[in-house]
């Protein structure tokens, strides 16, 4: 396959998820209006406690089988061989999941009796029942993905947004108590709805056979995910574990704020998740090629050109937007998004690098990067939280991602020949810091112009890419305009 046809595979996937994950992101990112007015400031914290409590969850959960049941399908040939993978994935995931409830219910009764922390018993709850629902939602939505069944992973994201805002409108609509509780058994309901969407399509449940439990094989995928446990684990301090301990120095609204500034820092997420979750599949079906280096070289120069325009786009739009977008109360936070934005970048080339790992089968590598990342993260933010307080966490952010990049990227020029155009990569950077001081600046005349001229830049810094996206839907146009 020559470099052209990778390429285009690759725009074709990165177009698919992007359409259905901007869609079901924006869906999500549109609650936050409705969320942050909807809810107490204090309520709103622990909102965003119960999402990230369930990211650690999730893993310990499936033992990382998300992963391993995307890598091992794609290696599959034949009906028979998905059913063997999906029934031993699931079975593992089956009984650890009851080990766990059983754990997480037996805590629960000794502390209840004996202990006696003050916990919020309708949290510990929320917590329980939002990890269940979002568990199966990843599974299923692995199996479609792993089954190269992209367009059926997009939808079922677009489809659980729309569930998400329709059912927690409705329900801020005509529930005034138990808020919180409210908002997050919406957002589970939408996850089973579409959880029975998919099995209508995948007929996963069909799939898993008792006579295709084969014990070697479990083996193998536990060998396989075990190692991706920990690295989860330690992105989940890496990113999540900062609001602990911003809970523990600063109080549930200081979560809040945080919280607010990361929604919008979460864009970068966005382009991040659609671009790796492609990228993933064209890394591992050529991590044999030849080409491999150069393929890699241009994906990461275009890659790095969306991220940096991304930043100086939407950093003025934020600025400008911001009031419409958030409720009363939450001003501060704005301060604290462009070093999020940017910290963002650097944890995006994280993942860029880190999906060799993936491909190869060498997972240990991406839990030692990881752990050094988050160890730094801790520590910076340690060191500087009494003096800066949450601008420390967006500082402690960045410098972990730029060591984790930099790690990752030595660790994969031992085995691929790639390049970085570091002048490309500075003069972005300088055009990122320019943005941020603007932005800063708080002059809206200045920001809108910064904005306007952000965008032509950005038009003919990607101009390839566009290009490239313009050709890929020429034919498909031309074909509905001969038809109509």
């Not at 949290?123 to 990890?131: D, M, T």
């Not at 966005?270 to 492609?278: E, H, K, R, V």
Request: with cysteine.
């Amino acid at each position: 396959m020559n470099l052209a046809v990778k390429k285009h595979d690759l725009l074709n996937n990165v177009l698919v998820i992007g359409v259905g994950s901007i869609a079901s992101k924006l869906l999500i990112f549109l609650l936050l209006p409705l969320v942050t007015r909807y809810l107490s400031k204090a309520d709103f914290g622990f909102y965003e406690l119960i999402i990230t409590s369930v990211q650690i969850f999730i893993p310990l959960i499936t033992l990382q089988m998300n992963d391993c049941l995307f890598r091992f399908l794609l290696d599959t040939k034949d009906d028979s061989e998905r059913s063997r993978i999906i029934s031993n994935a699931f079975t593992i995931v089956g009984i650890w999941l009851s080990v766990c409830l059983i754990l997480y219910l037996f805590y629960w009764i000794i502390n209840q009796v004996y202990l006696q922390y003050q916990i919020n018993n309708n949290l510990f709850w929320l917590i329980l029942i939002y990890a269940f629902g979002q568990t199966v939602f990843a599974l299923w939505q692995q199996v479609a993905r792993g089954n190269s069944n992209i367009r059926l992973f997009a939808l079922s994201g677009v489809i659980s947004g729309v569930l998400i805002i329709g059912l927690t409108s409705l329900a801020t609509c005509f529930f005034q108590n138990h808020r919180l509780m409210v908002v997050v058994l919406a957002a589970v309901c939408a996850f089973l709805i579409t959880i029975i969407f998919l099995e209508l399509r995948l007929k996963v449940l069909k799939s898993i056979k008792f006579k295709a439990i084969n014990f070697n094989l479990q083996r193998e995928l536990i060998r396989f995910s075990l190692p991706l446990l920990p690295n989860s684990l330690s992105w989940w301090i890496l990113h999540m574990a900062n609001r602990y301990i911003i809970l523990y120095f600063s109080g549930i609204e200081a979560v809040a704020t945080f919280s607010v500034a990361s929604k919008f820092a979460g864009w970068m997420t966005i382009i991040n998740s659609i671009f790796i979750t492609a990228w993933q599949e064209s890394a591992i079906k050529e991590s044999q090629s030849d080409e491999r280096g150069l393929f890699y070289s241009k994906t990461f120069a275009a890659y790095t050109k969306i991220l940096f325009s991304a930043v100086m786009l939407f950093l003025p739009l934020v600025q400008l937007g911001y009031g419409l977008l958030v409720g009363s109360g939450y001003d501060n936070a704005r301060e604290y998004i462009p070093m999020l934005f940017l910290s963002s970048v650097f944890i995006s080339f994280t993942s860029f690098f880190g999906v060799h790992y993936l491909s190869t089968k060498k997972t240990m590598g991406a839990l030692t990067t990881t752990v050094i990342g988050a160890i730094v993260n801790v520590v910076v933010l340690l060191l500087c939280y009494s003096k800066l307080g949450l601008s420390a966490v967006a500082i402690a952010q960045l410098i972990s991602g730029v060591v984790m990049s930099s790690l990752r990227y030595l660790d994969l020029r031992q085995t691929v020949p790639m390049q970085i155009d570091f002048k490309q990569l500075l003069g972005l950077l300088a055009g990122a810091i320019i943005t941020i001081l603007i932005y800063l600046s708080g002059n809206q005349a200045l920001i809108a112009g910064s904005l306007l001229i952000t965008l032509v830049l950005t038009l003919k810094l990607n101009q390839p890419i566009i290009v490239s996206t313009w050709n890929l839907f020429k034919p498909y146009l031309q074909k509905k305009a001969v038809e109509g």
